[in-house]
C-alpha cells in the first residue's frame, strides 16, 4: 500500500526566505507526482505535476523534483512572500484498474511566511 | 477552459437527514471524476470515481453512495447521515483523453463542501 509522508508538518519562515518542502512515499511505481496548495477552507489548487521519466519541473518561482528511485520529491519555492501562507500537499499517482488513476495524498506541510 | 462547481459550501445537517452535494464539470468531456474527503489531521480520502456516465466505483465502505447522470455531472448522496459524516468534501476531475496518456493529467478541485452534522 502507497504511502505518503510530508514532512515538516508546519513550517514558518521570514519573507524573503528560500525553503524546501519534502514529501516521500513508500512505492516507487508511479506515474507522477503532483504538488497542490490549499488555503484555508478552500479546495486544492494545482501547482505542479512531474512525469515518473522526469526530474523536476518549474513555475515561476515554484520548482519540483523527483527522485522515483529513492521515493522523494522536493517543493522549492524561491523569495518567499506572504501570499504563499498555505497548506501544501503532494500526491502520488499509481494505476489501479483501468482508466482510474488514484491519488495517494500526504497530510501536507502548513507554510506560514511571516512579513 | 475548464472549470468544476460544487455545491453548496456549507452544509448543516442533522443525524439521520438525507444528502445531496452536486458537482458539474464545463469546458471537457469524458472526464473521470472524483469524490474525496478531507478530515482534520487525516489527510484526503477518496471515496468514489467515476470513468464515464453510470460508472462508479467505491474505495472504502460507508453510508455514502455516488451517481454520475451526466457526463460532466457527479453527485454525492447518503439517505440518512451519521455524525462520522462530518467533514470536507471535495469534486475533482482530470481529463481521460486517450486512455494511454490520462494517466499524466492532473487532478483539478472545487472548492469544497464543508459538511456539518449535528
Known amino acids: 500500500k502507497q504511502e505518503v509522508t510530508q514532512i515538516p508538518a508546519a513550517l514558518s519562515v521570514p519573507e524573503g526566505e528560500n525553503l524546501v518542502l519534502n514529501c516521500s512515499f513508500t512505492?516507487?511505481?508511479?506515474?507522477?507526482l503532483q504538488w497542490f496548495r490549499q488555503d484555508p477552507g478552500k479546495g486544492l489548487t494545482s501547482l505542479l505535476l512531474i512525469q515518473s521519466s522526469q526530474r523536476e519541473q518549474t513555475s515561476g518561482r515554484l520548482n519540483a523534483s523527483l527522485d522515483k528511485s529513492s521515493g522523494r520529491s522536493t517543493l522549492y519555492i524561491a523569495a518567499s512572500q506572504p501570499g504563499d501562507s498555505a497548506t501544501y500537499l503532494c500526491a502520488v499517482r499509481r494505476s489501479s484498474g483501468a482508466g482510474s488513476y488514484q491519488l495517494t495524498f500526504g497530510k501536507g506541510t502548513k507554510l506560514s511566511v511571516i512579513p | 477552459s475548464q472549470t468544476i462547481h460544487q455545491w453548496p459550501a456549507t452544509l448543516v445537517q442533522p443525524v439521520g437527514s438525507p444528502l445531496s452535494l452536486e458537482c458539474t464539470v464545463e469546458?471537457?468531456?469524458?472526464?473521470?471524476l472524483y469524490w474525496y474527503r478531507q478530515a482534520a489531521g487525516r489527510g484526503l480520502q477518496l471515496l468514489f470515481y467515476s470513468v464515464g456516465i453510470g460508472q462508479i466505483s467505491s474505495e472504502v465502505p460507508q453510508n455514502l453512495s455516488a451517481s454520475r447522470p451526466q457526463d460532466r455531472q457527479f453527485i454525492l448522496s447518503s439517505k440518512k447521515l451519521l455524525l462520522s459524516d462530518s467533514g470536507f468534501y471535495l469534486c475533482?476531475?482530470?481529463?481521460?483523453?486517450?486512455?494511454?496518456?490520462?494517466?499524466?493529467?492532473?487532478?483539478?478541485f472545487g472548492n469544497g463542501t464543508r459538511l456539518t452534522v449535528t
Open positions: 512505492d516507487s511505481a508511479i506515474y507522477n
Open positions: 475533482a476531475w482530470s481529463d481521460r483523453g486517450r486512455a494511454t496518456y490520462s494517466y499524466n493529467s492532473p487532478l483539478h
Open positions: 469546458g471537457t468531456s469524458n472526464p473521470n
